[in-house]
């Protein structure tokens, strides 16, 4: 077979990347407390008692409000970012730039300590507001990177013909260049959420008392009992990702459609 | 072509003693070091179909930007109608523009398009659909409305955008090289249709474009320009016969150029000594004296303003004899390159000139190497002193 060596590694590498997560349902349903083969029996228990556990409610529910708190705050930012960078010349455009995708590259680690220092010199209560500040620092490179492309992708002149036409730079841009990066803007809040809600370090250190969801599950995972429930946690996670990816696909391919672009790339 | 020839003298008559629509004085535009406009005075009247002419980096699309509001000046005035243009706003200028890229917006439909300057108009919903309707109807896309405007052909954008400024009534239509992404023969039909349209409308046209046959064939007028500045500004063809220095004859069509010793002034004109062309009077009025280059004096006259002569033809006006050098066939056309004799008498450089001729039926395309008579008339030539 042509090709036969590159198609196992392929293969292989599906294997490797997914079967871990594929094991996670199975052990979701599985009846027994030890996460071992052989599986024991079929249970819907862990789910039950996932939704019956108050504390993980409440890391679930910080995990949504920061979540949605940073994406909405990165992707606004990121638009202002986007938008200065791909249609004004300014002096230090590229230091600028360059200081907005620092986050990056460096260890989120540092970041963290960094921001507690400060925080708590400053005498700042650490709460879920410390974490979403946190959050929106680290999500600004994706949305400024992906609202970029965005707005890079627009004629100038739409701009221009709707000023000419009698609009307001304002209503210009209301009318004609939101409609038009719209799918840049979902696809940043997207990734700006998913990433904010499975960070772990920068809500490890600045969450104060408050638990996110990924937090929690690290302080459960000492507690052999738990792991069942946080298998069931995770299965429910991954559902939600794959529903929520879809649903962006879903939106980012009819905006395509709307406007006659060509399709270049996505997600799926 | 085919607007007929006495619409368009009349529409130039009309259009000459005309208001000034548009006034430019002493315009200067600079990007950082780059000096784009160089103090541009211009006057374009109301109803005119007026174009801007030049190779690109010439400034045209500048201007036209400074014009519609997009680019602000350093020095010099513009007056729309009168009006000083001296702190309004692009959306406030009685102009509208349409743009190289139609920037036609893809998420509305065609209706939505060509209504969309309507917004702030106080008239019921009712009313600015009739309008659109008529807007359409008048660009020939009745009944498009409700289309995707992504879906469009090429031609149907432009009509769209053309639409879409013409319904706001402007004083000034801008046309920014509005023709340069159609084929052809879709250029050639939307010359048309926008001179009728200009003339329907009543509107003054300003278009930019690099095509010189574009602009010849639709402008009552060309500011011809180079480097920031408008080299010549005349009617088509008084550009075409009578340019005012070699680089806008080079520029408008071919010419063929021949230097010239000039003898003296006569009371009609010049007395000139051309090389193959012998002793020639050149009339007053094709005298130009405003020659940049530095090549010395010359005379210039049009491929198709000399022809070959057959054997037995009638000549008419001077015939000088020469060799055929070259010998280029286009169906309609026939070039030939002609080495005149004694062209080489100046400086022992030899000139052959390229001519014109019409294929006409049972004329015979003549052989390289033949030699031929070649006539012409000195109220043809163009002298560059």
Redesign the interface.
């Known amino acids: 077979m042509k090709g036969g060596g590159l198609r196992a590694y392929a293969i292989l590498y599906l294997l490797f990347l997914y079967a871990p997560i594929l094991l996670l349902p199975i052990f979701a349903f599985n009846s027994g407390t030890v996460i071992a083969f052989p599986l024991k029996g079929f249970t819907t228990q862990w789910f039950a008692q996932m939704v019956g556990n108050d504390s993980m409610r409440r890391a679930l529910g910080n995990s949504l409000t920061i979540a949605v708190c940073a994406s909405i705050f990165a992707t606004c930012l990121g638009i202002f970012a986007a938008r200065a960078s791909t249609r004004f010349e300014f002096p230090a455009k590229g230091p600028i730039m360059g200081l907005i995708m620092l986050p990056l590259v460096l260890p989120e680690i540092i970041v963290s300590i960094s921001l507690l220092v400060v925080l708590l010199s400053l005498g700042v209560k650490l709460n879920i507001l410390t974490v979403i500040l946190g959050h929106t620092l680290i999500c600004m490179p994706y949305a400024t990177v992906i609202l970029s492309t965005a707005f890079n992708s627009l004629?100038r002149?739409?701009e221009?013909?709707?000023?000419?036409?009698?609009?307001?730079k304002w209503s210009a841009f209301r009318?004609?260049i939101l409609?038009?990066v719209m799918p840049g803007i979902i696809s940043s809040l997207l990734m700006s959420f998913t990433i904010s809600l499975d960070e772990f370090i920068i809500a490890f250190f600045l969450a104060g008392n408050e638990p996110t969801l990924p937090t929690y599950i690290f302080s459960q995972l000492r507690f052999p009992k738990q792991i069942p429930t946080i298998m069931a946690l995770g299965t429910v996670l991954v559902v939600m990702s794959i529903i929520l990816l879809t649903i962006a696909e879903y939106f980012r391919r009819r905006g395509i459609a709307?406007?006659?672009?060509k399709d270049t790339g996505g997600f799926l | 072509m085919t607007t007929p020839a006495s619409s368009t003298a009349a529409h130039r008559a009309r259009t000459a003693a005309a208001r000034p629509m548009i006034e430019c004085r002493g315009i200067q535009k600079h990007y950082g070091d780059y000096h784009a406009l160089r103090g541009i005075d211009l006057t374009i009247r109301a109803g005119e179909f007026f174009s801007l002419l030049g190779p690109s980096g010439c400034g045209k699309t500048t201007l036209l930007r400074t014009i519609a509001g997009f680019e602000d000046i350093q020095s010099g005035v513009i007056l729309i109608d009168g009006q000083d243009m001296d702190g309004v706003q692009a959306n406030a200028r009685p102009t509208n523009m349409v743009f190289q890229s139609y920037a036609i917006f893809p998420h509305l439909t065609v209706a939505e398009n060509v209504g969309f300057g309507l917004r702030r108009d106080p008239r019921s919903k009712a009313e600015k659909a009739a309008a659109v309707e008529e807007a359409l109807e008048m660009v020939g896309l009745k009944g498009y409305g409700k289309r995707a405007s992504h879906a469009l052909s090429g031609g149907q954008r432009q009509r769209v955008a053309l639409a879409r400024a013409l319904i706001l009534k402007p004083k000034v239509l801008l046309l920014d090289e509005p023709l340069s992404a159609l084929d052809r023969k879709m250029r050639e039909q939307m010359q048309v249709e926008l001179i009728k349209l200009q003339r329907q409308v009543g509107i003054t046209f300003v278009l930019v474009t690099h095509d010189q046959e574009e602009a010849l064939v639709m402008s009552d007028r060309i500011a011809v320009m180079f480097e920031g500045q408008i080299a010549q500004l005349d009617g088509p063809e008084a550009l075409y016969a009578r340019p005012t220095s070699r680089r806008v004859a080079n520029f408008i069509g071919v010419m063929n150029f021949l230097p010239a010793h000039v003898l003296g002034d006569t009371p009609d004109g010049v007395e000139v000594e051309v090389p193959g062309l012998g002793r020639v009077e050149i009339p007053a009025k094709n005298v130009s004296s405003k020659d940049p280059d530095d090549e010395g004096p010359s005379v210039g006259f049009r491929p198709e303003a000399v022809s070959l002569v057959g054997a037995g033809q009638p000549v008419q006006g001077r015939v000088t004899e020469g060799v055929i050098d070259e010998v280029v066939y286009y169906g309609d056309m026939t070039y030939y390159d002609v080495r005149l004799d004694g062209s080489a008498s100046f400086d022992g450089k030899a000139r052959p000139i390229r001519i014109a001729m019409r294929n006409v039926f049972g004329r015979e395309v003549q052989d390289v190497g033949t030699r031929a008579k070649v006539s012409w008339s000195p109220g043809s030539l163009v002298l560059f002193r």
């Open positions: 004629d002149s739409l221009e013909a709707a000023y000419d036409l009698g609009e307001t009318l004609v409609p038009l709307k406007t006659g672009a």
